[in-house]
């Protein structure tokens, strides 16, 4: 909702929320470092930005590796038995939890174990 400011053109919300946490009496001045406070403090931040860059590119390479792993065993799996190929790529329409999964848990069930039960 785009209001018209008194000069006629359209204020965008986005700009009005900027500039109401800009310069609203309640938010703190910028910070004003000396010349070597500031070197220090753009040092640790470039430090910090390049750590973080150097974990996202090793967590992508990870992901890649795990891909090509996925795709070469799958890949296997067709050579080796189109059929069983065929049925780990299909596309499911039952997707219900599975029943016979238990949450784990620290603690044994109360019930024990149930011998009776049969797949159904």
């Given at each position: 909702m785009a209001k018209k400011?008194?000069?006629?053109?359209p204020t965008d919300i986005?700009?009005?929320l900027i500039r109401?946490?800009?310069y609203h009496p309640r938010t703190p001045r910028p910070l004003r470092f000396g010349t070597m406070r500031m070197l220090r403090h753009w040092?640790?931040?470039r430090?910090?930005?390049?750590?973080q860059a150097a974990q996202r590119k090793e967590r992508e390479h990870e992901?890649?590796?795990q891909y090509n792993k996925m795709?070469?065993?799958?890949?296997e799996l067709r050579l080796t038995s189109q059929g069983l190929y065929e049925r780990a790529v299909a596309k499911s329409t039952f997707r219900y939890p599975i029943v016979e999964f238990r949450i784990p848990t620290d603690t044994p069930a109360k019930g024990g174990w149930n011998h009776e039960w049969k797949r159904g």
């Open positions: 400011s008194k000069k006629g053109a986005r700009v009005r109401y946490s800009l040092t640790i931040h430090a910090w930005k390049l750590f992901l890649e590796r795709r070469d065993a799958c890949e």
